[in-house]
Each structure stands twice: as structure tokens, then as C-alpha cells.
Nanobody, 114 residues
């Protein structure tokens, strides 16, 4: 089993920045990838960014050039640096991890005001 704990959400004005953090515990040695998803009201959950064990990174087109995913292996933590935030980035952001199954954090609210 893997447990994920997120932090760093909040309210920010458009154009501002936030950094999310997700710390994993448990059977982390088995993980193939970690990343971030988001779900806005009335919309499906979507991938924001993911980083694999080998370091491959994938971003949603809507966040390329504005968001950066990174990791600190010593702290078992993945970060999402979000710059130039837009109101349409408002959503609940979920940390995710996967091996042969998917694991989810509890979610953290990000609200961007115009």
C-alpha cells in the first residue's frame, strides 16, 4: 500500500504562484510514476503532470510553460510549481501514484481569482 499526503493549496490571484507538495509513504519502492491530476466543478478529472521513475515528464497542454513538476527522492516528495495561474486552473488537485494500481491523495483546493 501507498499513502499520499498533499499540501500547499490555497487562494491566489490570477498571475500568481503556488507550490503543491505530495509526500508518499508505504511501498514507495514499487511506484512507477507520481503526478498530479485536477478536477474542476462539473468536469472530469484530468492529468496535469506526471513524472516517471526514469525521469520522463508529461504535462497537459494547458499547463505547459507555466507548471513544473519535480521530485525529491530523499524526501519521497513530488512538487508541482504553478506559475502564471489562471482562473481556469481552479480545481481540486490530487496527487496520484501508480504501480500495478493507482493511489490517490485526499486532494487540495486551488482557487484562482480574477
Amino acid at each position: 500500500q501507498v499513502q499520499l499526503v498533499e499540501s500547499g493549496g490555497g487562494l491566489v490571484q490570477a498571475g500568481g504562484s503556488l507550490r503543491l507538495a505530495c509526500t508518499a509513504s508505504g511501498s514507495i519502492f514499487s511506484l512507477n510514476a507520481m503526478g498530479w491530476y485536477r478536477q474542476a466543478p462539473g468536469k472530469q478529472r484530468e492529468l496535469v503532470a506526471e513524472i516517471t521513475r526514469g525521469g520522463y515528464i508529461n504535462y497537459a497542454d494547458s499547463v505547459k510553460g507555466r507548471f513544473t513538476i519535480s521530485r525529491n527522492n530523499a524526501k519521497n516528495t513530488v512538487y508541482l510549481q504553478m506559475n502564471s495561474l489562471k482562473p481556469e486552473d481552479t480545481a481540486i488537485y490530487y496527487c496520484a501514484a501508480r504501480n500495478y494500481k493507482a493511489y490517490w491523495g485526499q486532494g487540495t483546493q486551488v482557487t484562482v481569482s480574477s
